[in-house]
């Protein structure tokens, strides 16, 4: 009878964001214009990165070429989704749908973990191994790690959408959330969900608590390192090269630990800290990966010189 009720149930309905009536069209608006900024700021990154000889076979880069792409990824899978809130009538989204939207999340989610994780690694040899980093951080090592970093999130993503969909939901299907994330959905488990809790917690724990660890011994590493240096220019250059990823990694870390590392994670917050990892973040890694680094600026000028170049001729 369990199964029987399970495949009756074809569609969710997500309750989306709560908000006032009148300000529909603006938080619309807003959101389309988060969503093409990321989607235009990740490309423009992402474009970079590949067209500038100087860039394309230097670690930091491979890895924030990585980094855009999942951005790009996580603000689709969700932000679209987001937007139908703001406009009439009921949008529901499909059993497979929310399904794939929950895998696809964690899969990019943990892999954005790994990713700030390995990234931390790369500035700890650059700043406190500079002679050797050329030896221990080749274009063919940071390739491969970012690649262990995609298996890893996919196979995370994995367990956490077959822990969550084993279970029978027989209604009723209305999501209190703005999309289809484990603690909302399993609030309409018809069974116990009590094991899958624990297991949640403890599964997306280990992620978050052993990624941010290990970022945290990079940057008590990099600190100390830092501080022996006897200039002060010296100093702010390495901050300089550190402090959008430092950034990046609190804006994304925090509100994760807020939504999953809790006993009872069922706050009304949840939706707004959630804004953060899927529509904010993916939006603001540009802007700050952009503003605040030299090499991407002039690897900017010299293509958009080179373009000139090119039509002038």
């Known amino acids: ?76 899978i969700i932000v679209p989704h987001l937007m139908m809130n703001f406009t009439p009538g009921v ?47 080749s274009a063919k ?14 196979i995370h993503g994995a367990i956490q959408a077959i822990l969550t969909f084993h279970l029978p939901y027989c209604g009723p299907n209305q999501v209190d959330y703005f999309f289809c994330d484990i603690p909302a959905v399993l609030k309409l488990a018809c069974a116990d969900t009590t094991v899958n809790e624990l297991v949640t917690f403890v599964d997306i724990g280990v992620v978050v608590a052993s990624c941010f660890s290990l970022i945290l011994l990079s940057y008590i590493y990099i600190i100390r390192a830092i501080l022996r240096i006897r200039t002060a220019d010296g100093r702010r250059r390495a901050f300089s090269t550190c402090g959008a990823h430092v950034t990046m990694v609190t804006v994304y870390y925090v509100p994760c630990a807020f939504i999953y590392l809790r006993p009872d994670s069922h706050s009304v ?39 000139r170049a090119k039509g002038e001729v």
């Open 1 to 76: 009878m369990e199964r029987l009720n399970y495949t009756l149930l074809t569609e969710f309905i997500l309750t989306g964001v709560p908000h006032p009536p009148r300000l529909r069209t603006f938080l619309f608006v807003f959101f389309l214009l988060i969503y093409i900024l990321t989607q235009l700021g990740n490309l423009l990154i992402l474009i970079t990165v590949c067209a500038d000889t100087q860039l394309h076979a230097r670690p930091m880069y491979i890895f924030l070429g990585a980094l855009s792409i999942i951005d790009m990824g996580i603000s689709s």
């Open 91 to 137: 949008k529901p989204i499909p059993f497979g749908g929310c399904v794939a939207q929950l895998y696809f999340y964690h899969f990019l989610g943990s892999t954005v973990c790994y990713l700030y994780t390995t990234m931390a690694y790369d500035r700890y040899l650059a700043i406190c191994q500079p002679l050797r980093y050329p030896v221990l951080m």
């Open 269 to 307: 917050l949840d939706g707004a800290a959630a804004l953060f990892p899927t529509a904010i973040t993916p939006f603001l890694n540009p802007l700050i990966y952009t503003l605040r680094n030299q090499e991407v600026k002039s690897a900017l000028r010299r293509i958009i010189g080179g373009q």
């Open 141 to 154: 090592l940071s390739i491969l790690l970012v690649a262990g970093a995609w298996v890893a999130g996919l």
